[in-house]
């Protein structure tokens, strides 16, 4: 069974690894703490304290093992390395809406790291779609949950 590769810029691979980190250095021992602390209370069947512990030691259990599959899966790009004309995985995109007039300005990165309100689109995202292989002062129709949009390219960035 061969593994999916998911393209990654570089600061989504560091964000991942800091969180696996602080999971594993950090809540680990204190929820192991916590479980110690509550079975010192005594019966265990109705140890609110206890149970809470166990349950956070589920969700922190599978949030690590969800980070170490991102990261086995991750193909780290430098975004710093690439160029060209034309918009790609990496770039940061300035544009226009060419009917309301807003500007705005997208970096296309990888789905695990996608941030819409940090200005960060998923390269499988419509708008990004759109905006593929599209170059400065090209329009890309996109299609949103709100209706057709056009957007003209103002520039394009590699950071």
């Given at each position: 069974?061969s593994?999916e590769?998911?393209?990654?810029?570089?600061?989504?691979?560091?964000?991942l690894?800091?969180?696996?980190?602080?999971?594993?250095?950090?809540?680990?021992?204190?929820?192991?703490?916590?479980i110690a602390?509550?079975?010192?209370?005594?019966?265990?069947?109705?140890?609110?304290e206890?149970?809470?512990a166990?349950?956070?030691?589920g969700?922190?259990e599978?949030?690590?093992?969800?980070?170490?599959d991102?990261?086995?899966?991750a193909?780290?790009?430098?975004?710093?390395?690439l160029?060209?004309?034309s918009?790609?995985?990496?770039?940061?995109?300035?544009?226009?809406d060419?009917?309301?007039?807003?500007?705005v300005?997208?970096?296309?990165?990888?789905?695990?790291?996608?941030?819409v309100?940090a200005g960060?689109?998923?390269?499988s995202?419509?708008?990004?779609r759109?905006?593929?292989?599209?170059?400065?002062?090209?329009?890309?129709?996109?299609?949103?949950p709100k209706g057709?949009?056009?957007?003209?390219v103002?520039?394009?960035?590699?950071?």
């Amino acid at each position: 069974m061969s593994m999916e590769r998911v393209p990654m810029t570089i600061e989504g691979f560091k964000s991942l690894e800091t969180e696996l980190h602080r999971l594993k250095a950090e809540e680990r021992p204190r929820i192991i703490q916590a479980i110690a602390e509550a079975r010192a209370h005594g019966d265990l069947s109705e140890n609110a304290e206890y149970h809470a512990a166990k349950e956070a030691q589920g969700f922190n259990e599978a949030r690590v093992a969800e980070l170490e599959d991102k990261i086995n899966r991750a193909e780290v790009v430098d975004t710093s390395k690439l160029s060209g004309t034309s918009i790609k995985f990496g770039a940061t995109v300035h544009l226009e809406d060419e009917d309301t007039g807003e500007k705005v300005k997208y970096k296309i990165v990888g789905d695990l790291e996608a941030d819409v309100k940090a200005g960060k689109i998923s390269i499988s995202s419509p708008i990004a779609r759109a905006l593929i292989g599209k170059g400065q002062g090209d329009t890309a129709e996109v299609t949103t949950p709100k209706g057709a949009r056009s957007y003209e390219v103002l520039k394009i960035e590699w950071k």
